[in-house]
């Protein structure tokens, strides 16, 4: 006998003993492998040019696409179920209205899908505009992370919206993993939305954002305090953002009550947590700075206290 084996035995059995005295109370999880797996698919039916090749005819492209939608809608209402079992208000339903739930959830996104397009193609042409770099749309539905991560807010949000627990978030988990973009499904986020580079993007679950924003790398959306715990829940925690806005990189904007004015200019490392008037720039005022070159030779320019200064745009 393997010294391990003593240790396998009484963990497995610890297990089963678990699984044995909560088999009446722990639903059955979604798949996560499935629902990562209809992210890819409604990829593929929101820009079908772009992931199919980009030579299929018409009519062919439409038999495929139905039958891809027939698939996520299959795989959607299964996966609800399961996750509406997470519910309280469905924990004592009988399995067939569960299942029948489920089945309406799945009619009522694929209804949605239409909208879905509109917005990712708005935000496509943002970041089409907003970037010199990029060298075509098709580049940027592609390659680029913050459009990817975009696109599965999209899909998540109306889920959240829906109602269907679990599966919206493991959607943005997933892309924050993938992308290093976290984006609450339960933000609200207008059209002609611009994520530049995005890594370490942070927008909370009560974060609401007008239309042609457009954010910086390590922007964060945030609560100004989560001690509350689950009191919070429902409260407005997250910062509105209002239409024309750009926060450069670094920037924090932090609070429920926090509104930024339309066309307002955030600067990079701002720490902001009380609202700003429309057309105003705020900027961090007078860092200090060290210099040292390779003698060890160090001179310090010491400047005044950080503040922020405000102008008018």
């Known amino acids: 006998m393997r010294p391990i084996d003593a240790e396998i035995e009484q963990v497995s059995e610890a297990i089963l003993d678990y699984l044995e005295r909560n088999r009446e109370t722990i639903p059955k999880q979604p798949d996560k492998a499935a629902i990562i797996a209809m992210i890819g698919k409604l990829q593929h039916i929101l820009f079908p040019t772009h992931f199919e090749g980009g030579h299929i005819r018409g009519g062919s492209?439409?038999?495929?696409?139905?039958?891809?939608?027939?698939?996520?809608?299959?795989?959607?209402?299964?996966?609800?179920?399961?996750?509406?079992?997470?519910?309280?208000?469905?924990?004592?339903?009988?399995?067939?209205?569960?299942?029948?739930?489920?089945?309406?959830?799945?009619?009522?996104?694929?209804?949605?899908?239409?909208?879905?397009?509109?917005?990712?193609?708005?935000?496509?042409?943002?970041?089409?505009?907003?970037?010199?770099?990029?060298?075509?749309?098709?580049?940027?539905?592609?390659?680029?992370?913050?459009?990817?991560?975009?696109?599965?807010?999209?899909?998540?949000?109306?889920?959240?919206?829906?109602?269907?627990?679990?599966?919206?978030?493991?959607?943005?988990?997933?892309?924050?993993?993938?992308?290093?973009?976290?984006?609450?499904?339960?933000?609200?986020?207008?059209?002609?939305?611009?994520?530049?580079?995005?890594?370490?993007?942070?927008?909370?679950?009560?974060?609401?954002?007008?239309?042609?924003?457009?954010?910086?790398?390590?922007?964060?959306?945030?609560?100004?305090?989560?001690?509350?715990?689950?009191?919070?829940?429902?409260?407005?925690?997250?910062?509105?953002i209002n239409d024309h806005v750009t926060i450069y990189s670094g920037a924090s904007i932090l609070g429920g009550d926090t509104i930024i004015g339309q066309g307002a200019i955030i600067g990079g490392n701002a720490f902001v947590v009380k609202s700003v008037p429309e057309n105003t720039r705020v900027t961090v005022k007078n860092p200090e700075l060290q210099f040292r070159n390779n003698r060890n030779i160090s001179a310090r320019v010491e400047l005044d206290q950080t503040e922020f200064w405000f102008y008018a745009i």
């Open 61 to 240: 492209l439409k038999n495929r696409i139905g039958v891809m939608l027939e698939e996520v809608a299959h795989e959607l209402a299964l996966q609800t179920g399961f996750a509406l079992r997470h519910d309280f208000s469905c924990k004592s339903r009988p399995q067939e209205e569960v299942n029948e739930a489920a089945d309406e959830i799945a009619l009522q996104f694929i209804k949605r899908i239409p909208v879905i397009k509109e917005h990712l193609e708005s935000d496509v042409e943002a970041i089409y505009k907003g970037d010199p770099s990029a060298y075509s749309k098709a580049e940027i539905i592609i390659s680029y992370p913050g459009a990817y991560a975009g696109m599965v807010y999209r899909v998540a949000h109306e889920l959240y919206l829906l109602s269907v627990p679990l599966i919206p978030r493991i959607m943005s988990e997933y892309a924050h993993s993938v992308t290093g973009i976290d984006i609450h499904p339960g933000a609200a986020i207008g059209k002609y939305f611009f994520m530049d580079h995005g890594t370490g993007i942070v927008i909370g679950e009560t974060t609401v954002i007008g239309d042609h924003v457009k954010l910086f790398q390590g922007v964060t959306l945030g609560a100004l305090s989560t001690q509350g715990g689950q009191n919070l829940k429902g409260v407005k925690r997250h910062p509105t």
